[in-house]
């Protein structure tokens, strides 16, 4: 990784995914090692270029719309998918559909407010 970016985008060799095809690697319990920093970091960088390219393809659910995400963003979605651990893959899909459904409700919920103290402040005259 030259200057904190993925391999994958400056043409490196990949180490992730065919280095150990098993998937992660497992502590001596059994369980799997959490991601390191860096690790995270990677997966961050992808997963916001993933939702850009889903962003400029007007596409908002990407678990719902699957087959049309990956002919749009073929790239990202291999380093996506390549690049964060698969539990992660479809929560930050999901989280991103709850956060605009949020911010849409946020977004109604500001204007009926503002119509309201616009209506208050007729009814007054003004601010007194």
């Known amino acids: 990784m030259a200057y904190g970016l993925p391999d994958w985008l400056t043409g490196g060799p ?6 150990n095809p ?3 690697p497992r502590s001596n319990d059994g369980g799997y090692i959490a991601p390191d920093r860096t690790k995270r970091e990677v997966c961050y ?3 916001d270029i993933f939702f850009k390219c889903l ?3 007007d596409i908002l659910d990407a678990v719902k719309d699957d087959e049309k995400a990956r002919q749009s963003c073929p790239e990202e979605v291999t380093a996506y998918e390549r690049d964060c651990a698969r539990s992660w893959i479809k929560y930050f899909k999901e989280k991103r559909v709850v956060d605009w459904k949020r911010d849409q ?4 919920i500001q204007e009926e407010d503002a119509k309201a103290i616009a209506k208050a402040k ?7």
């Open 105 to 108: 409700t946020i977004a109604a």
């Open 45 to 47: 960088e992808s997963r």
């Open 122 to 128: 007729e009814k007054r005259g003004g601010w007194f």
């Open 55 to 57: 962003d400029k393809h």
């Open 14 to 19: 990949s180490t992730t995914s065919s280095a």
């Open 22 to 24: 098993k998937g992660p």
